[in-house]
């Protein structure tokens, strides 16, 4: 009897190769055409994490440039990077001059701001994809794909094994030192202008007790933006990078 249910088993999950699943992907979330023709993104949303609850405009543009600003009881805190260097404020902590990011928060700042995120165009990018197999995601079977980043950050995406959209990311980065591992899962996608966009995510720190949820109340593609709204205030413009060096 054993046989015979080992076969069973293997019909129902068929396996796919990495370009094929990968293919699939890029297929629900729009096709590789329109993901490629955005330029940029501005997400309205409004965050919940323990007893603070603020609004949040984030924006996000090729060449790896994004700008997040945060307002809570009136008051504005953001951060930016340029594509190289990166700025933040602690408005809440009572500090309104922008200072430079530091070099674990640059970092990870710049591995997050991936508009088409690192599945597309993967090689181009320099980062490293491998297909892990199935897993089980809360009760349901899911694609996961170990993905390096050029960076060395680790992240490991987890693909609905029906539709093949994103469901779920862990991120391994260094952090001053120390491996720190974040959950980021992602739900109630809509399609706008042909793309389909996870209108809420759930983010925590793994082992830890906070989460932060988020809920997006607009999605805009390809706004009129500038690149001095990412610039550092009162800095001068970003280098333009030597051969060799890509964004």
Known sequence: ??????????????????????????????????????????????????WVTFQTVQTVARG???????????????SAIDGFHGWQTNTFGGRKDAIDMAPDDLKAALDDADLDGPLVDWK????????????????????????????????????????????????????RGALVEYETEFGNYEKVDGVMVPMSFESRQRHSNWTSRTTVDKVEFNVKVDDSFFAKPGAPAATVPSKGESR
């Not at 068929?14 to 979330?29: F, G, I, M």
């Not at 790896?64 to 953001?78: A, F, I, N, P, V």
């Open 1 to 50: 009897m054993l046989l015979p249910l080992l076969a069973l088993l293997s019909t129902a999950t068929p396996t796919l190769t990495l370009d094929e699943v990968l293919q699939k992907n890029y297929a629900a979330r729009g096709g590789l055409e329109k993901l490629r023709s955005v330029q940029n993104q501005r997400y309205t949303m409004h965050n919940e994490g323990g």
């Open 124 to 175: 181009k990018k320099g980062h490293q994809v491998e297909l892990v197999g199935q897993e089980d995601l809360d009760g349901s079977p899911a694609w996961k794909l170990k993905v390096t980043l050029r960076s060395g950050t680790i992240e490991y995406v987890f693909l609905d094994a029906d539709t093949f959209i994103d469901l779920k990311v862990i991120t391994q980065r260094t952090v």
């Open 64 to 78: 790896l440039k994004s700008r997040s600003d945060m307002t809570m009881q009136g008051m504005t805190q953001s």
